[in-house]
């Protein structure tokens, strides 16, 4: 009988293959060495938790993105006035007060450049940058009498209210500044915009060392949150992911008259939008800190005036 040697290559190769698996542990040990079983490198918790940060920081860049892309479209759209700082919280200096006092108060100022009024706040006579300050102290040898802020101050640029994002950012970038105030229809000053406002409306908020927090916004430790009456809806709902309309009105405060259809009294609610908002203080006609609570299951919208309640306990 002929031997087939394939056969008796295959069968020996086997034979290896089963003495390998059967008794590698043993012979390993004999030579010095000993297996030990590998353990995952995470438990399945673990692993699910990774995932889930993974996934979180996946969503927030995607509606970082998705925010950075509208905040873009909306330049077209969007006035000056939605996005200003509003002049009943404006930061100025009286360009009459002695040179001493106001280089200080420059100087501890959070901002780089400041808006000098004569008179009247609402009279703007020109903008001071802390850099122009300096260079002319340093000039007159610190001599604070010297200094004469006016002359040291560019001329103020003032922009219509109703000039779109689009078209303000495009100006900035033509004139080579940073700082406008801006004026009603009738010349009436009414704010301020600058570069970093519109700059934000498309990649979010930009911080550095010098920037305070966000004013007039306090989380309680109930969950509401206590908010002064001139804070931007805008800066509200970027600052706590919310949804509030601004479509009709500016600030918190306009939000709340134009729901309610009226001028509030203090501790008098309401509840819209999926918040309900209590009216803590009011001056004169102003409110000036409202209280704010998330609802849960929220009644259908009805309208303002039906929706007040008798005043808050």
């Not at 409306?201 to 060392?209: A, F, M």
């Not at 609570?293 to 008798?310: E, F």
Request: charged fraction near 30%; hydrophobic fraction near 40%; charge should be negative.
């Amino acid at each position: 009988m002929t031997v087939d040697p394939w056969a008796i290559a295959t069968v020996v190769l086997i034979a290896l293959g089963l003495g390998g698996v059967l008794f590698h542990a043993p012979l390993l040990k004999r030579f010095g060495y000993e297996l030990w079983p590998i353990e995952p490198l995470h438990t399945a918790r673990e692993e699910l938790l990774n995932s889930v940060d993974e996934l979180r920081r996946e969503g927030n860049a995607l509606r970082q993105d998705r925010a950075r892309v509208g905040g873009l479209l909306d330049l077209h759209e969007l006035e000056v006035s939605d996005i200003m700082v509003h002049r009943t919280r404006m930061r100025s200096i009286n360009a009459d007060m002695p040179p001493e006092a106001l280089v200080r108060e420059m100087l501890q100022s959070p901002y780089t450049r400041m808006p000098l009024w004569r008179g009247e706040t609402d009279n703007i006579v020109g903008v001071l940058h802390a850099k122009d300050l300096l260079r002319a102290l340093d000039e007159v040898d610190h001599d604070f009498s010297r200094i004469d802020a006016v002359k040291i101050a560019s001329q103020p640029w003032f922009v219509p209210d109703t000039t779109t994002l689009e078209d303000q950012l495009n100006a900035f970038l033509r004139r080579k500044t940073h700082f406008a105030i801006v004026i009603d229809e009738y010349g009436e000053m009414e704010g301020l915009v600058t570069l970093e406002d519109i700059i934000e409306e498309i990649v979010g908020e930009i911080s550095d060392e010098h920037d305070l927090d966000v004013r007039g916004v306090r989380q309680e430790a109930d969950g509401s949150v206590v908010v002064d009456g001139s804070v931007p809806i805008r800066d509200l709902n970027r600052a706590l992911g919310w949804t509030l309309p601004d479509d009709w009105a500016t600030t918190i405060a306009g939000l709340v008259i134009h729901e309610a259809q009226s001028i509030p009294v203090e501790r008098q609610a309401f509840t819209f939008h999926g918040k309900r908002f209590i009216v803590m203080k009011r001056e004169k006609n102003r409110l000036t800190r409202i209280r704010i609570r998330p609802v849960q299951n929220t009644p259908p919208a009805m309208p303002a005036q039906q929706k007040t309640d008798s005043p808050a306990e």
